[in-house]
């Protein structure tokens, strides 16, 4: 069963930066999507980004342009860089990833908050 961890959210101004990372318990080689969910409070969670194995990358609209979804494949990580942070992207961001292991279904890890001030 894969495990995920995710680190880096905390507190920044709007306008700021941050880079999230998440660590993968099993060979990201072997995963058919990468991807980072997050939930703000009230609301519905939403794909933030996928990174296919193949290296092919999607966005969120209201992210895009913003937001960079990479991967370590020898360390076994994943990354969210996010830059030009609006308060609207205050939420719980998750790591999840997708697999023959996982039966194409999300895995999910437990999630590291992420709060941009105004």
């Known amino acids: 069963q894969v495990q995920l961890v995710e680190s880096g959210g905390g507190l920044v101004q709007a306008g700021g930066s941050l880079k999230l990372s998440c660590s993968v318990s099993?060979?990201?080689?072997?995963?058919?999507?990468m991807g980072w969910h997050r939930q703000a409070p009230g609301k519905e969670h939403e794909l933030v980004a996928s990174l296919a194995s193949s290296g092919s990358a999607g966005y969120l609209g209201s992210v895009k342009g913003r937001f960079t979804i990479s991967r370590d494949t020898a360390k076994n990580m994943v990354y969210l860089q996010m830059n030009s942070l609006k308060p609207e992207d205050t939420a719980v961001y998750y790591c999840t990833v997708q697999s023959a292991d996982t039966h194409w279904t999300w895995a999910w890890g437990l999630g590291t908050q992420v709060t941009v001030s105004s």
């Open positions: 099993v060979n990201i080689a072997s995963l058919t999507l």
